[in-house]
T-cell receptor, first 114, second 113 residues
Framework: ETGVTQSPTHLIKTRGQQVTLRCSSQSGHNTVSWYQQALGQGPQFIFQ???????GRGNFPPRFSGLQFPNYSSELNVNALELDDSALYLC?????????????FGQGTRLTVV | AQTVTQSQPEMSVQEAETVTLSCTYDTSESDYYLFWYKQPPSRQMILVIRQEAYKQQNATENRFSVNFQKAAKSFSLKISDSQLGDAAMYFCAYSRNNNDMRFGAGTRLTVKP
């Protein structure tokens, strides 16, 4: 068990709606990365937050946005949901201040868009 | 751009036997990390082993070891004495300086009793 918790574990949304996913970071970590894992594929990097600022972004449209809070927990927001947004969303907590620090993953949020 | 390729969508091994999962990657960097993650049906990604590119010695964690060939950009995972609990999806990943990780498409490992 890692100290990274994601909520909710599952949810179902309708196309066009908006969704917010949450992630707590491991104690002592200041970096949270978000990944989208479509069925049968490897995780794809969405973006990373370091000390409350976006610190890198993958090939995802602006309707994917995020926040990181002073306690280093994070949110992923997706607007105007599309059917292809159905996936497992993973967050990973790490410390960017230490080279090569292990990233700890949460158990993921399974999002289904209908 | 860095890419990670896992050419074996599925692998099968008999319990107590040894299996090797393959991974190749592409990068122009000299310092980076490589990882093998295990994802059981519970969905949580669990770190199996990691390798620092500047270290020539292959990493080992109990029954898990890697064969890191930097020049060939190859990073295979060997699982010895396979156990039923080893059955899972295995992902190879690349990262540079705690930035985003690039994952391969995964290999589904089945362990036969």
């Amino acid at each position: 068990e890692t100290g990274v918790t994601q909520s909710p574990t599952h949810l179902i949304k309708t196309r066009g709606q908006q969704v917010t996913l949450r992630c707590s970071s491991q104690s002592g970590h200041n970096t949270v990365s978000w990944y989208q894992q479509a069925l049968g594929q490897g995780p794809q990097f969405i973006f990373q937050y370091y000390r409350e600022e976006e610190n890198g972004r993958g090939n995802f449209p602006p309707r994917f946005s995020g926040l990181q809070f002073p306690n280093y927990s994070s949110e992923l927001n997706v607007n105007a949901l599309e059917l292809d947004d159905s996936a497992l969303y993973l967050c990973a907590s790490s410390s960017k201040d230490s080279w090569g620090t292990e990233a700890f993953f949460g158990q993921g949020t399974r999002l289904t868009v209908v | 751009a860095q890419t990670v390729t896992q050419s074996q969508p599925e692998m099968s091994v008999q319990e107590a036997e040894t299996v090797t999962l393959s991974c190749t990657y592409d990068t122009s960097e000299s310092d980076y990390y490589l990882f093998w993650y295990k994802q059981p049906p519970s969905r949580q990604m669990i770190l199996v082993i990691r390798q620092e590119a500047y270290k020539q010695q292959n990493a080992t964690e109990n029954r898990f070891s890697v064969n890191f060939q930097k020049a060939a950009k190859s990073f295979s995972l060997k699982i010895s004495d396979s156990q039923l609990g080893d059955a899972a999806m295995y992902f190879c990943a690349y990262s540079r300086n705690n930035n985003d990780m690039r994952f391969g498409a995964g290999t589904r490992l089945t362990v036969k009793p």
